[in-house]
Each structure stands twice: as structure tokens, then as C-alpha cells.
């Protein structure tokens, strides 16, 4: 089945500081990944969707200058937190999917997580 | 996406069948209705997704009535590890990513 692994699962930075966190899929391609921010007792919120070998799209309300996204190939997509500060702590779950819009043949698949603390 | 609405929470004995509900009456006639479920600090996993008919595979089952406005997705056997929070979605077609609601808390009682 499909497998997504992201990398850190658990980072504290301190504030200011910049951090990456990596997303993969390791058995198939994926022109296309999403990143979620979930905070504690909320549920998942879309930030942006990234798109292989071009500008990610983001949701309203997200800074595309602090949650910078690159995807550079068809199996990573990264995503910086640019001058972390405290309220950027939360949980940053990444996703993807083999096909490009659903129509019941597609999964999306999500990574485990990863939990940003920012000090 | 399709509104959906699901109980907050639901209590389920171990062993127990847990059937979980999900509204769904502005679904149209081509939207899939998926469920996913999130443990506690992890993202979440996929569990069924269907059409019109029945679905079943090896975690769980799903029933949706004939004039799809709701379904129902089955434990059959509920464990403690199946205490998750469970979500229920009716993506638009052609629409990329998931949009997630509330969900219903399910907790699995010894």
C-alpha cells in the first residue's frame, strides 16, 4: 500500500529559528502533496497544497512568506516554518495520493505527523 | 464538499460492534463518502470509502442507504485500540485534498 514517512516527527526550536520538516512518499510518485496544521483539540486545518515543479498553493489565512514549500521531486515535499515563533507550535501532517483529484479510485495517504514546539 | 455531521463522541464496549453515523444529505451523485480515523498524536489512517453500495474490507464495514444521505461504518469487533477520533467526508470530485470536520470521538471501554 501506499506509504507517506515524514521527517522530523518531534522538533522544539527556539524562536526565530527556521525549521524543516520533509514529507515523502516512499512507494509511488505524487505530483501532488498537502500540508495540515492541526492544534491541540482541533481538528486537521489544509495550509497549502504542493505541487511538483511549481509554486505551492496556499489556504487563506496562511502566510506563503513563514510556511515556505518546496517539491522539488515527485516524492518529497518539504516545508520550512521561516522565524518560528510559539503560536506556530502545532502538529504538521503532510499528505498525498497517486492520482489527482478524487473519483473513488484515490486514496490519500497521511504521514504520521510532525510536532513542532516552538520556544 | 458534501456537509457532514457526526455524533461528538460515542462509547463503544470491547467486543462490541461500534456503529458510527454520518449525515450526509447534500452528497451528490458522484461524491464518495470516505471515512478516516486519527489515534491520539498520529495522522490519520484510512479506513473505507464508497460509493452507492456496501463496502467492506478488512478494518471495517460501510453502509450507505440507497438515497445516500447518511451511512453508517461498522467496527465489528471493537478493541481498545480502535479509540480514535473518526471522520466522515464527502469530498467534492475533482477537489485534491480533504477537508475535515469534527468527527466523532469514539472511546473503546474495557
Known amino acids: 500500500g501506499a506509504v507517506v514517512s515524514q521527517h522530523p516527527s518531534w522538533v522544539i526550536c527556539k524562536s526565530g529559528t527556521s525549521v524543516k520538516i520533509e514529507c515523502r512518499s516512499l512507494?509511488?510518485?505524487?505530483?501532488?502533496m498537502f500540508w495540515y496544521r492541526q492544534f491541540p483539540k482541533q481538528s486537521l486545518m489544509l495550509m497549502a497544497t504542493?505541487?511538483?515543479?511549481?509554486?505551492?498553493?496556499?489556504e487563506q489565512g496562511v502566510e506563503k512568506d513563514k510556511f515556505l514549500i518546496n517539491h522539488a521531486s515527485l516524492t518529497l515535499s518539504t516545508l520550512t516554518v521561516t522565524s518560528a515563533h510559539p503560536e506556530d507550535s502545532s502538529f504538521y501532517i503532510c499528505?498525498?495520493?497517486?492520482?489527482?483529484?478524487?473519483?473513488?479510485?484515490?486514496?490519500?495517504?497521511f504521514g504520521a505527523g510532525s510536532r513542532l514546539t516552538v520556544l | 464538499d458534501a456537509k457532514t455531521t457526526q455524533p461528538p463522541s460515542m462509547d463503544c464496549a470491547e467486543g462490541r460492534a461500534a456503529n458510527l453515523p454520518c449525515n450526509h444529505s447534500t452528497i451528490s451523485g458522484n461524491e464518495y463518502v470516505y471515512w478516516y480515523r486519527q489515534i491520539h498524536s498520529q495522522g490519520p489512517q484510512y479506513i473505507i470509502h464508497?460509493?452507492?453500495n456496501n463496502e467492506t474490507n478488512e478494518m471495517a464495514s460501510l453502509i450507505i442507504t440507497e438515497d445516500r444521505k447518511s451511512s453508517t461504518l461498522i467496527l465489528p469487533h471493537a478493541t481498545l485500540r480502535d479509540t480514535a477520533v473518526y471522520y466522515c467526508?464527502?469530498?467534492?470530485?475533482?477537489?485534491?485534498?480533504?477537508?475535515f470536520g469534527s468527527g466523532t470521538r469514539l472511546q473503546v471501554q474495557p
Open positions: 464508497g460509493l452507492k
Open positions: 512507494d509511488f510518485q505524487a505530483t501532488t
Open positions: 499528505s498525498a495520493t497517486r492520482g489527482t483529484a478524487f473519483s473513488g479510485a484515490n486514496v490519500l495517504t
Open positions: 467526508i464527502a469530498p467534492d470530485t475533482g477537489r485534491r485534498a480533504l477537508t
Open positions: 504542493s505541487n511538483e515543479g511549481s509554486k505551492a498553493t496556499y
